[in-house]
Structure formats: C-alpha cells, structure tokens
C-alpha cells in the first residue's frame, strides 16, 4: 500500500513536472516568436521610411525653414507620409523659406513677365520670406516604379483607397498640429497649397523685426539665412 502511493506520489510529481516543461517551452516559444516578429516589424517599418518619407528635395526644403518651426515640420511630413498617406502616394514640400528676391521675381510674373499672376505678395510681404510657410504638392506613383512622377492639387483624389481624399489627410494633420490653411480661410478660397504658422505675427511685424535687427544668422548650403528672433 505504501509502495503504490509512493509511486503515485512520484507519478504525479513527473506528470506535474512534464506539464511544467511543456508549459515553459510553450512560453520560450511564444517569447522567441514575439521577439522574432517584433524585429521583422521594425525592419519593415525602417524599410519602409528609407523607401517612402525620405524625399530628399522635401528634407532640404524643410532644413531651410525657421527653426521654431523646423523639426515640427519634418515630424508632420514625416507622419503624413507614413502614418496616413497610402502607398503610391507621396507628400512633396513645393516651397518653403523663399528670398525677397525670389518672392520679387514670382510678383512680377503676370505682371512684368509672361505667365499667370501666382501671388499678390512683393518681396517682404509673404511668411514664406521668414520660413513659417510651406507649400505643397502630391505625387503619385502611377506604374509602381517607385519615381512618383505624377504631381498633383486634386483635393478629392484619393490615391491609396482609403476613404479619405489625400489632400484631407495631409491638411488635417498640419491644420492639427496649428497652421493655417489657404484652401479656406474665412469661408474663401484663398492658397490652396499653402500651410503657414505665424505665431499671431504679420508680415509687416515680421519685417519690422528684420529692419531692426532682431535677428540670428544662419548658414544652410552656402546661404546666409536671416531668422527673426520670437
């Protein structure tokens, strides 16, 4: 009698000890499955950022801006091209800091020179002369080879099926984040690429900052670039 409960005691001590294996190995399994599927992700994510976000004329445009507003920017494009903006398509930065000699020569277009007025601003008289505003553009990769050579200002399009137009996804993001949109302002069309952040700042206070000095100098590329201080 003794004989058979001891080996019951040890019957169940192995049973319960084999069913402790099972469960651990079961456990380590699904532990090596998490890590492995994690890494997978992250190198898919990171595959994806270098393959989409990383326009580089748009990251050259961005580094031009004032940097109260810089990395909040590259943040912004960074998550509309990644987090809401499908596959085919791609946000571009068209403008973004823009010199008074630029801004001069784009006022004199329709005007002085051939083509069609695209601004009522003379130099000193945009937020793009300070770098608190950007344009934009979409592109589109039209055959999937990856050269998105297709640009586009349909505010209805919806390139990558999602529901929502992509010109939205992008407007909701910036307008989201504090800046102003030219689609609307006021109940009227106004820009309809144009993002900027003033900072509750007119041109004209802007100008008059620059007039007096009040400012930092920084070099970008060979370019000595004037930023109010605010």
Known sequence: MIHDFKLTIINC?????????????????????????????????????????????SIDRIKTLH????????????????????????????????????????????????????????GGQSIHNYGFALDIVLMYDKDGDGKFEEVSWDTKRDG??????????????FTSAGYTNGFITNGKKWDLPHFQRDFGLSWQKMKAKLDSKDYIEETINGYKYKYINI
């Open 13 to 57: 001590i192995l049973i319960a000890f084999a069913f402790t294996n099972a469960e651990l190995i079961l456990k380590l399994v699904a532990l090596v499955f998490t890590i492995v599927y994690t890494g997978y992700k992250i190198v898919e994510i990171h595959q994806n950022l270098k393959n989409k976000k990383m326009d580089q004329i």
């Open 67 to 122: 940097p109260k507003i810089r990395q909040e920017v590259l943040d912004l494009y960074t998550k509309a091209n990644n987090l809401e903006l499908g596959k085919g398509v791609r946000l571009r930065l068209s403008y973004t800091f823009r010199t008074f000699e630029e801004q001069d020569k784009l006022y004199a277009q329709g005007r002085t020179i051939k083509g069609d007025k695209v601004t009522n601003a003379k």
């Open 160 to 173: 990558d099926k999602d529901g929502i137009s992509d010109w939205l996804e992008v407007t909701k993001i």
